[in-house]
C-alpha cells in the first residue's frame, strides 16, 4: 500500500485483562517503523503507526460490546500535549467505571464525541456478539462513499467477531470503493515464533495472504460465472491475455495464444503450493478450447459456457458449430465464410432426411428455432417453450450436444 491514500481502520475492541489496578499492557513491535508501542489495546497502537506512515485516516470504525474497554481509547492520545487531554480525564474515568456494568447510548455518544475532535472519523459501535447480522448492516450505513483501502485488526473481542466481520468486508468490496485489505494482528502469546523482534515484545502480524486469497477467490467466481480468465491468469502471473479473450469472444481462432497460456499453466501446475492447483484447475478448464476445428473449438465453448450459465451464449456456439461442422463434414471447404453457412443451411434443409434420423431431425429444428427465437425476441410457441422452460432448454442442449458428437465427429 502507498502512504497519502485514504485509509478506513475496522477495529474489536474487548474487555481486556485487569492487572494492577489497570488493563494489562503489551509492546507491540511494527517491523514497519521499527518500534515497540506499549498499549493495553492494539487498535491505539495501529492507528498511530497508520499515521505516522503517512496514511490518511478518514474513518475508524471499532465495534465491542457494552462491556468493552472504551475507556482505554484514551491511550490514542498519550503523546498529545497535557493541556490538550486534561479535559478528557474525568470522561475517561465516567466511562471506565460504566463500562464494568454495561455503557449506555448517550456515555459512548459523549465519549466518542470528545474523542472525535482530536481522531476525527472515529465510530464507537455497541453490538450484541450474538446478532451476526449487524456488521455488515451497519457497514453498509457507515462506511465512506470515497475510494479507499480497509486495514483490518482482528486482535480484541470474542473470536466469531472478527470472523464475521472480515466476510463482512468481502460483501462490502462489491458495493463500496475498497480497493484493498490488509489484515493485523497483535499476537500477543507468539513471541516465541518470532527471533527478530525485541526482547519481551509482541510481534505484529501483516497477513497480506488473506487480502491475495480473496482476490483469487474473486477471479475463480467471475471465471466460474462467466468465462472470464483475464484476471484469474493475471494473479497466477500470466499477464496481457485481454486480447486473447476478446478474440475468443468474437469467435476467432487465437490458437496459438492459448496453446501459450496452457503450457505455462501446465508447468505452474506442477508445482505444491495453492496456485498450483488453481492453475490445473484452469488448466482442465481451457484445454478443449485447442481443439483443431472450428466447429469443435465452438462446441467446447458452448460446454464451457453452458457449465457457468451463460445460456445464450452456449446457444448461439452449439448451433452455429453444429452448422460449421456438418459444412465440414460434407465437402464445404469455405464454411469459415460467413455467406456459405447460408449455402450449408440449406443443404441441411434440402438433405435432412438423409442427414439425421427423425429423432435428429427433431432436435436439428427445435435447436434452430431456439436459437432465432432467443436471437431475435420471438414470442414461445407452447407451454414447453425452450425459450422459457430452463428444463426443457437444458435437455435440448445436451441433446444437441449428442448430435453434434453422433453426426459430426469422426
Same mark, same amino acid.
Given at each position: ?159 466469531? =467477531?472478527?470472523? #464475521?466481520? *472480515?466476510?463482512?468486508?468481502? $460483501? !462490502? @468490496? ?6 484493498? /485489505? %490488509? ?10 515464533? =518470532?527471533?527478530? #523482534?525485541? *526482547?519481551?515484545?509482541?510481534? $505484529? !502480524? @501483516? ?6 486469497? /480473496? %482476490? ?195
Amino acid at each position: 500500500m502507498n502512504p497519502n491514500e485514504k485509509v478506513v481502520l475496522l477495529s474489536l475492541i474487548g474487555k481486556g485483562i485487569i492487572e494492577n489496578g489497570g488493563y494489562k499492557k503489551a509492546g507491540y513491535y511494527f517491523e514497519e517503523t521499527d518500534e515497540v508501542i506499549y498499549t493495553s489495546l492494539f487498535g491505539a497502537a495501529l492507528y498511530k503507526v497508520l499515521k505516522k506512515l503517512g496514511y490518511d485516516i478518514v474513518q475508524w470504525i471499532i465495534f465491542g460490546t457494552r462491556y468493552s474497554n472504551w475507556s482505554e481509547l484514551a491511550t490514542v492520545l498519550e503523546d498529545e500535549n497535557k493541556e490538550e487531554i486534561d479535559g478528557l480525564v474525568e470522561w475517561y474515568m465516567k466511562v471506565c467505571e460504566e463500562e464494568k456494568k454495561g455503557i449506555s447510548d448517550q456515555m459512548l455518544g459523549q465519549w466518542e464525541s470528545l474523542l472525535s475532535s482530536k481522531i476525527p472519523g472515529i465510530r464507537l459501535l455497541p453490538v450484541d456478539p450474538l446478532d451476526y447480522d449487524i456488521y455488515i448492516n451497519t457497514l453498509l450505513k457507515e462506511f465512506t462513499e470515497e475510494k479507499c483501502k480497509v486495514m483490518l485488526d482482528i486482535t480484541h473481542s470474542y473470536r466469531h =467477531m472478527p470472523v #464475521i466481520l *472480515a466476510f463482512s468486508i468481502m $460483501v !462490502l @468490496k462489491y458495493i463500496k470503493e475498497i480497493s484493498g /485489505v %490488509s489484515v493485523y494482528y497483535g499476537a500477543l502469546n507468539m513471541g516465541e515464533f =518470532m527471533n527478530d #523482534i525485541p *526482547a519481551n515484545a509482541v510481534p $505484529v !502480524l @501483516k497477513i497480506d495472504l488473506i487480502s491475495d486469497l /480473496v %482476490s483469487m477467490v474473486e477471479g475463480l467466481a467471475t471465471f466460474d460465472n462467466s468465462g472470464y480468465f483475464v484476471d484469474l491468469l493475471n494473479l497466477l502471473g500470466i499477464e496481457n491475455t485481454e486480447k486473447t479473450y476478446f478474440w475468443l469472444e468474437m469467435n476467432r481462432q487465437p490458437r496459438s495464444q492459448l496453446r501459450q497460456i496452457t503450457e505455462m499453466l501446465q508447468s505452474f501446475s506442477r508445482g505444491d503450493d495453492y496456485k498450483a492447483s488453481i492453475a490445473g484447475y484452469l488448466n482442465d478448464q481451457l484445454k478443449p478450447l485447442l481443439s483443431s476445428t472450428l466447429d469443435k473449438r465452438m462446441v467446447e465453448r458452448a460446454k464451457l459456457f453452458f457449465g457457468k450459465k451463460q445460456y445464450l451464449k452456449a446457444l448461439i456456439l452449439l448451433y452455429e458449430g453444429l452448422v460449421i461442422g456438418i459444412g465440414r463434414k460434407h465437402g464445404f471447404n469455405d464454411y469459415l465464410d460467413y455467406d456459405a453457412r447460408e449455402k450449408i443451411r440449406q443443404f441441411i434443409k434440402n438433405n435432412d432426411s438423409v442427414l439425421f434420423s427423425d429423432a435428429q431431425k427433431e432436435t436439428y429444428y427445435k435447436l434452430e428455432y431456439t436459437r432465432n427465437a432467443a436471437v431475435h425476441g420471438s414470442r414461445a410457441r407452447g407451454t414447453q417453450d425452450t425459450v422459457e422452460q430452463l428444463d426443457s432448454f437444458e435437455q435440448l442442449f445436451k441433446e444437441a450436444v449428442k448430435l453434434y458428437e453422433d453426426i459430426v465427429i469422426d
